[in-house]
């Protein structure tokens, strides 16, 4: 094995491989191996946790080398986990995109795999850790995984616009670099909103407790309206009572208002203020497999902090903040590829197309 890493990867270096990450867990994704595919059938595994592999800094270094394709699938992810090591992001492609770039909705590696005739191996799930695998499941799947991935790459790189795939792939070192810098948190109002939210957590709890009910649980809830004469309409599984949010809008009994409003603040309060306790700076993940092509993120979703409140805990590193967004692009788009004389007369008087 040791000639075979020398002779296909690291003595005359191949002009693109395939990479694959496994990490701890997605939660702490802290690497502990790595697999290289040289072809569709050829890859190697580099261990990095609980001891490194003896070959680890030669592959680095073939990462780091800008004149070598590095193939990926889900490049977000795996060249975050192995940010420490400062791989060339400059000649990188993504087998993620080029699958939406070709239509695919879903492009989860087995299910791309398997589209191709690539039956990955069934293993254990991982239930929390990736030490839930033994070393040789470990190995198995990262080795597979490359394969796969190195395989796709062949696959979609004729099928695909190379221009569309070039922008795509230049926005993937911004996002890193803005995942890692992340956004100041302003601690002392954070815990001060962190005091009030308990505050009317623990009023709301208080008038629930008196009537005899947990706001918080939904079968309690509708419980206590079914008791006053206001009966909820059936889940679609018909096991349960319907007590979400459009539901509960629609009624004005003070319970229902109740639940409602206690549901709020404790969405604030566990969602977007306690998780940041004790951060200088709120880091997210960001991910560009939504099927809309928006970038959209998670852990922690800074695109969707709620208004108010709750997005004043967050500061500029040089104030002021600057917002900037596409007016109706997606319409905008399709206007100009439609050619469409209506929808283009709206936009050239600075029409809202939603309103016209």
């Known amino acids: 094995e040791e000639k075979l890493i020398y002779e296909l990867l690291l ?16 939660e702490y994704p802290e690497p502990i191996g790595l697999s290289i595919a040289v072809s569709p059938t050829d890859a190697f595994y580099f261990p990095i946790l609980p001891e490194p592999s003896t070959y680890l800094t030669d592959v680095i270094k073939l990462l780091q080398s800008p004149d070598i394709l590095k193939i990926f699938h889900n490049s977000l992810y795996d060249l975050k986990a192995l940010a420490e090591y400062k791989l ?7 087998t993620l995109i080029m699958a939406h770039l070709a239509g695919e909705r879903f492009a989860d590696l087995p299910y791309l795999a398997n589209s191709i005739g690539i039956e990955l191996p069934e ?30 790459y062949q696959h ?39 005091a009030e939210l308990a505050d009317e957590l623990k009023v709301y709890e208080d008038l629930a407790e008196e009537q005899g009910f947990n706001p918080g649980s939904p079968k309690q809830v509708a419980y ?27 009624i004005t009994h003070p319970i229902a208002v109740l639940a409602l409003t206690y549901r709020h603040s404790k969405k604030l309060y566990s969602t977007y203020i306690r998780p940041l306790t004790g951060e200088d700076r709120c880091h997210t993940n960001f991910h560009m497999d939504a099927i ?37 692009i997606e319409l905008r788009t399709l206007a100009y590829i439609a050619q469409d004389d209506a929808m283009q ?7 809202d197309i939603h309103q016209a």
């Open 11 to 26: 003595s005359s270096p191949p002009d693109q491989v395939a990479v694959d990450v496994e990490t701890i867990s997605l």
């Open 88 to 94: 060339d992001q400059s000649n990188i492609v993504d």
């Open 123 to 152: 293993l254990p799930k991982i239930k929390q850790w990736i030490w839930d695998l033994t070393l040789e499941q470990i190995v198995t799947k990262c080795c597979t995984d490359a394969e796969a991935t190195y395989a796709l």
């Open 156 to 194: 979609y790189k004729d099928e695909v616009d190379a221009e569309y795939l070039a922008v795509e792939m230049k926005l993937i070192p911004i996002l890193i670099t803005m995942s890692g810098k992340g956004i100041r948190v302003d601690q002392p109002l954070r815990a001060v909103i962190e």
């Open 224 to 250: 206590m309206l079914a008791k006053d004469g206001v009966f909820l309409p059936m889940t679609k599984k018909r096991k349960s009572l319907r007590t979400d949010e459009a539901t509960l809008r629609k």
């Open 292 to 328: 809309t092509g928006r970038v959209s993120s998670a852990r922690h979703n800074l695109q969707n902090i709620p208004k108010g409140r709750m997005r004043s805990i967050f500061l500029p590193d040089t104030p002021p903040f600057t917002d900037l967004d596409f007016s109706q």
């Open 345 to 351: 007369a709206i936009f050239d008087s600075e029409g």
